[in-house]
């Protein structure tokens, strides 16, 4: 017996890698030493959450392996020489149910698009779901028969059962939430401040939320009331810059985070917006799903965060998502435990559902006391590349990343109205300051929107790189961002939050705006040297005449959609040796890397409506733009300084050169 025990082990532990290798086929495409800076894998952080995942994989091999044996178990009572066609008849029972579930909810899995999970009438949708039933009927009948001579068996039989096959109920609520506690709550108690709301959106311009409005129609409501700034600029197209500047109020001059990932000291996080609100009182939660390029977490001054776990972990956990038997816990709460680093993450989008972070977010909101104040920033990533998700299903072999662009947009769009709607039943937005934003567009598609109208000559020499995000200070829909704003709750008629009336505000604005704003509806005094300025509803009128800096970040340009590994690897593979782990087992970027890159940054500068940016190959060369006429004129630095706009390029000398501080003159 021991023999066919160790034999049919052997064959379950082969079948088991045989079935894991699709999902990860695609790691073969990687050459070993591309992007992948495997000295970092050995970081004692790195490690211990590597050794983590293999043990949470362990634990569904082994539950795999006391299902098939404790099946196998009870029917060689009566004929021995079925034990090992019977253990593997019930592994490949589970494996078809597993294939099954996957073709209905999992299409971008390897093993759902193999079943051809795109085919409405696929075959296998009807094969799981009879191979599920088969499997549970034998569990049940085998578990009744080894529950008496072979307790034990019995045992871990039903608990390998209960752990594999509950996900695969087909009434199993993957994410739930209970609201009751939260209302019940919410209607007896006042909040002696409002509650704060920040809800920003990845790699969505203001432009585009307008255009594509019948894919939006929950956050064009939002937009279509408050204050609604159409010239709001973002300091850096890229998440970490640009959110380091809306919770700090400095632009990245200033702050001294120029490139995503900067490591971040402990006195500087003290002088930013979750501080400010934790002195007053204020429970802080900070929600992203998508934290490779963003290293913000409870250190920042949050009481805690959702999404997946932070950390260069984020860089090699993902690879493996694609696997049959793991993905479909990770949108339980056992999964949250078992694969933190895919649990709501948008990098791993084979198996990253929207709702499931939605979810997650208003649990914990649903935590918080109803009598203490909630300051919520929360990022949604769902509309940055690759833009699919665990049940998106496009037309077969659609690439066209404006129409998947669009589909995800609509997808966003879901999650922020359940978002807000969750929020309301837990009557935290009765009296709140709410600001939609987002921390920068995205270049889609061949002719791209510049401030030069249709007049794309400048772009040979200021366009750098037109696609994506971070690259281009000429690309509109890389830059202008939305802001608006809302206090709802607020006596004063005249308000637009209180009446609902849409105030559009043409005056540019930032996001390094925000702190100031916040603090200021708060009545708050404002730290000293902040580059933002309060704008409305914190004060009457936006002020004109200031002059509000952006800069790029490391220029890439945006993979295809259809990208597979090995070509994802190659875009950034040049940038590998920049990046180190930190103690914490964070990536972070070298000084070294820092200083070499930021010669290589375009920088601009805003002023009512005009524009002026340098050319990131001369920095004596600029390119001067009415955003409102599309007028251009390239001029050197000679020329400018005998030129009416010779201002502008005083101010962008002053940001260039932080140490100065004369960039403050924005004020």
């Known amino acids: 017996m021991k023999t066919r025990y160790r034999l049919t082990s052997i064959l379950i532990t082969l079948l088991y890698l045989l079935i894991s290798l699709p999902g990860w086929q695609s790691l073969l495409l990687i050459p070993a030493g591309s992007a992948v800076e495997w000295s970092l894998v050995l970081h004692p952080v790195l490690l211990g959450q590597i050794s983590f995942f293999i043990l949470a994989h362990s634990l569904i091999f082994l539950s795999v392996l006391m299902l098939c044996l404790g099946n196998a178990n009870a029917i060689a009572g009566f004929r021995p020489r079925l034990f090992v066609p019977a253990a593997i008849g019930v592994f490949f029972l589970l494996f078809y149910a597993i294939a099954g579930y996957a073709v209905s909810h999992f299409p971008w899995l390897e093993i759902a698009m193999i079943s051809d999970s795109f085919s409405a009438d696929s075959p296998y949708k009807t094969i799981g779901l009879v191979a599920f039933w088969l499997l549970v009927i034998c569990t049940v009948i085998t578990w009744l028969i080894n529950l008496r001579p072979a307790k034990r068996t019995a045992l871990w039989q039903g608990m390998a059962a209960l752990f594999l096959l509950w996900p695969l109920l087909p009434s199993a609520p993957i994410a739930t939430f209970n609201l009751n506690s939260a209302q019940a709550d919410a209607a007896e108690s006042v909040r002696p401040m409002p509650d704060v709301i920040l809800i920003g959106m990845d790699s969505v311009s203001l432009y585009q939320a307008r255009e594509h409005a019948d894919r939006m129609p929950f956050v064009n409501s939002l937009l279509n009331g408050g204050h609604n700034y159409t010239q709001a600029f973002t300091p850096q197209a890229r998440t970490y810059v640009a959110w380091n500047s809306i919770l700090s ?154 129409a998947l662009y669009r589909e995800s947009l609509q997808a966003l769009d879901q999650q922020i109205e359940t978002l807000f709607a969750g929020l309301q039943a837990q009557g935290r937005l009765d009296n709140a300051i709410i600001i939609l934003l987002s921390d920068h567009g995205e270049g889609l598609g061949n002719e791209l929107p510049l401030w030069t109208g249709t007049d794309r000559t400048p772009a040979k020499q200021f366009g750098q790189i037109l696609r994506g995000h971070g690259n281009s200070l000429l690309s509109r829909d890389q830059n202008n961002v939305m802001v608006n704003i809302r206090h709802t709750g607020n006596p004063i008629a005249s308000n637009p939050m209180a009446s609902g009336r849409n105030t559009p505000i043409h005056t540019p604005v930032s996001l390094v705006d925000i702190r100031p704003t916040v603090l200021t509806l708060l009545q708050q005094p404002l730290p000293e040297w902040l580059d933002g300025a309060p704008i409305p509803p914190a004060v009457p009128v936006a002020a004109a005449n200031r002059y509000l800096f952006m800069e790029t970040g490391i220029m890439m340009d945006l993979p295809q959609p259809d990208a597979n590994a090995r070509e994802l690897s190659d875009k950034v593979k040049d940038l590998a040796d920049g990046y180190s782990v930190n103690s914490a087992g964070r990536l972070v970027i070298s000084d070294e890397f820092i200083r070499f890159n930021l010669p290589k940054k375009q920088f601009g500068v805003v002023y009512n409506e005009e524009l002026l940016m340098s050319d990131s190959n001369n920095p004596d060369a600029f390119l001067w733009v009415n955003r409102d006429t599309s007028q251009w004129q390239t001029l050197n630095r000679s020329e400018l300084s005998q030129a009416p706009q010779e201002h502008l390029l005083q101010a962008l000398d002053c940001y260039r050169q932080p140490p100065n501080y004369c960039q403050r003159a924005s004020h």
């Open 249 to 402: 109020g400095r632009y990245p001059a200033t702050s001294g985070v120029r490139f995503n990932m900067t490591e971040f000291k402990p006195e500087q996080i003290a002088d930013m917006l979750p501080a400010d609100l934790k002195k007053l009182g204020y429970y802080n939660l900070y929600a992203q799903d998508e934290r490779r390029f963003n290293n913000i977490n409870e250190d920042y001054g949050f009481d805690a965060t959702v999404g997946p776990t932070v950390g260069a972990i984020d860089f090699v956990i993902p690879l493996f998502a694609d696997h049959p038997f793991s993905s479909y816990f990770l949108n339980s709460a056992i999964g949250a435990w078992l694969f933190p680093s895919l649990h709501n993450n948008r990098v791993s989008s084979v198996t990253y559902q929207p709702e499931t972070f939605v979810h997650s977010i208003l649990q914990r909101t649903d935590r918080v006391s109803s009598e203490q104040p909630l300051f919520m920033a929360g990022h949604f990533c769902l509309a940055h590349f690759p833009y699919r998700w665990r049940s998106y299903r496009p037309g077969k072999g659609l690439q066209d990343e404006l």
